[in-house]
Antibody, heavy 123, light 107 residues
Framework: EVRMVESGGGLVQPGGSLRLSCEASGFTFSDYYLDWVRQAPGKGLEWVGRVKDKATGYITEYAASVKGRATISRDDSKNSLFLQMNNLKAEDTAVYYC??????????????WGQGTLVSVSS | DIQLTQSPSFLSASVGDRVTITCRASQGINTYLNWYQQNPGKAPKLLIYAASTLQSGVPSRFSGSGSGTDFTLTISSLRPEDFATYYCQHVDSFPITFGQGTRLEIK
């Protein structure tokens, strides 16, 4: 059974930093691209970024809203995905989901998701 | 960036109804379009990928169509568990974006 479990959320002050983790099991972690998606309270889904696999050199892509403040990384030996967020702003308040990106015919879909972890940015 | 516009944003329907949700892309995206269902407090669930391919385990009352800029998600006969929010997503290029969502409620 595929499982993805996020952790690391919590309350942080504006300007602060946070590192989210996503621990996966039930599949060959190293074979997949992995993404972060967030959802502000009562709002829609917003893609945050992606880390590709070892074959690509672990290329990362980011949304403009977090570029320069976010770093996505992975540790394939521990089946773990990470999101380091710095200089947090109130608008970063959201539930953060990790998702497995399945690659088919050159394009991806997010076939498994974690349950989400809430990040609240407030003084 | 490619913008996705869903319509309607809110839909009220009854069990047994046939409903269609539309997603329009701001530029052509071939068939690089996925659909997700989200229930309150839960993670999104993949329904349809590559515009028209049903994800494994998803009931056949769900179907998707379209290519280029115009896409539809159809539920042929609504069941109580289908009342949720639906999102389209393009994966044509970066940044990946989602539509604003369509909230489907019981009439």
């Amino acid at each position: 059974e595929v499982r993805m479990v996020e952790s690391g959320g919590g309350l942080v002050q504006p300007g602060g930093s946070l590192r989210l983790s996503c621990e996966a099991s039930g599949f060959t972690f190293s074979d997949y691209y992995l993404d972060w998606v967030r959802q502000a309270p009562g709002k829609g889904l917003e893609w945050v970024g992606r880390v590709k696999d070892k074959a690509t050199g672990y290329i990362t892509e980011y949304a403009a809203s977090v570029k320069g403040r976010a770093t996505i990384s992975r540790d394939d030996s521990k089946n773990s995905l990470f999101l380091q967020m710095n200089n947090l702003k109130a608008e970063d308040t959201a539930v953060y989901y990790c998702a497995r990106a399945r690659l088919l015919a050159g394009r991806t879909n997010f076939d498994y998701w974690g349950q989400g972890t809430l990040v609240s940015v407030s003084s | 960036d490619i913008q996705l516009t869903q319509s309607p944003s809110f839909l009220s329907a009854s069990v047994g109804d046939r409903v269609t949700i539309t997603c329009r892309a701001s530029q052509g995206i071939n068939t690089y379009l996925n659909w997700y269902q989200q229930n309150p407090g839960k993670a999104p669930k993949l329904l349809i990928y590559a515009a028209s391919t049903l994800q494994s385990g998803v009931p056949s009352r769900f179907s998707g169509s379209g290519s280029g800029t115009d896409f539809t998600l159809t539920i042929s006969s609504l069941r109580p568990e289908d009342f949720a929010t639906y999102y389209c997503q393009h994966v044509d290029s970066f940044p990946i974006t989602f539509g604003q969502g369509t909230r489907l409620e019981i009439k």
